[in-house]
């Protein structure tokens, strides 16, 4: 990646300057960084068309994700008419609409406010938008041969304009570079508010998330909660093959240095599968 956070030290005041005239946020960040798009560049030297053509499928993905979401989300309404169905689905509408993108280089970042002030029911379809917009993501730039590996964390950012600071982006870029695998995992600070539901039975695990001894870089593996980014499908045909094709489009090479992360991709996959085969019984 080329992204850095690093402010030179003479221009300290003026960061100061613009953060003091920033809006101060608590809220919800997902950060998806795109597998392999060095090589893409290196690999589609001609700009006017395959780099271009790459670039609108990157900047259009946030609202296209969030698109899915909506449309989802009204079609699991029309076959709801139940009181609650009327309190929770404009919750869920309003936490899609107010979610901010920022798309540079390699790297994809969303956000959605809240404040601690909030009531349950707003704060709990926030996160749970969050959960299904990043499952969207990471699900329609594998399917676009984009994969992305990416990270859901929480704490107080700064935005101002289209631009965007604070520790917490900082810290899910540094995790999301630990990753392995082409996969979207909740930090353990995203993971205490999962858990919390979990103990009042209102997100039941194996569903939109589950615990995954996840692989990291350095032959090291922790656990975190993993996004099913791939809830709604049961079966795929060769999975060996649909990820090499998502690791080799748009012309990227797959060195041997990539060979574990595509190894580790096909085995989260097969456990998703595994998971939503189960889902129902």
């Avoid at 001609?46 to 900047?59: G, K, Q, R, V």
């Avoid at 859901?152 to 520790?167: Q, R, S, V």
């Avoid at 982006?169 to 392995?180: G, P, R």
């Avoid at 996004?227 to 012309?251: G, P």
Wanted: hydrophobic share 40%; proline share 3%.
């Amino acid at each position: 990646m080329a992204l850095r956070f690093a402010y030179p030290p003479h221009k300290t005041s003026q960061w100061r300057k613009i953060l003091s005239d920033s809006i101060g946020s608590t809220g919800l960040i997902a950060f998806f960084d795109i597998l392999g798009y060095q090589n893409l560049l290196n690999n589609n030297p001609d700009i006017n068309t395959s780099i271009l053509e790459i670039l609108d499928i990157i900047e259009n993905l946030p609202e296209e994700a969030k698109k899915i979401l909506t449309d989802s989300s009204k079609k699991t309404e029309s076959t709801h008419n139940s009181q609650v169905t009327n309190i929770v689905f404009p919750e869920i509408k309003k936490a899609i609409n107010e979610i901010k993108h920022l798309v540079f280089s390699d790297t994809i970042l969303l956000t959605l406010q809240y404040d601690e002030t909030d009531d349950e029911l707003t704060i709990r379809m926030k996160h749970m938008v969050m959960l299904a917009i990043s499952a969207t993501v990471a699900a329609q730039m594998f399917a676009k041969g984009l994969p992305v590996r990416g990270v859901l964390h929480k704490g107080e950012f700064f935005i101002k304009n289209n631009c965007f600071a604070g520790k917490p982006i900082v810290d899910a870029y540094q995790l999301c570079e630990e990753l392995n695998l082409s996969g979207v995992i909740c930090s353990h600070k995203f993971s205490e508010y999962l858990e919390e539901l979990s103990t009042k039975d209102k997100v039941p695990e194996h569903k939109i998330v589950f615990r995954y001894l996840t692989p990291m870089r350095n032959d090291r593996e922790e656990k975190f909660y993993n996004i099913n980014w791939l809830i709604n499908t049961k079966n795929l045909d060769d999975i060996e093959s649909i990820v090499l094709e998502a690791f080799w489009s748009h012309n990227k090479d797959c060195s041997i240095a990539v060979d574990k992360k595509i190894q580790n991709t096909e085995k989260l996959i097969r456990k998703m599968l595994l998971i939503n085969s189960q889902l129902g019984k």
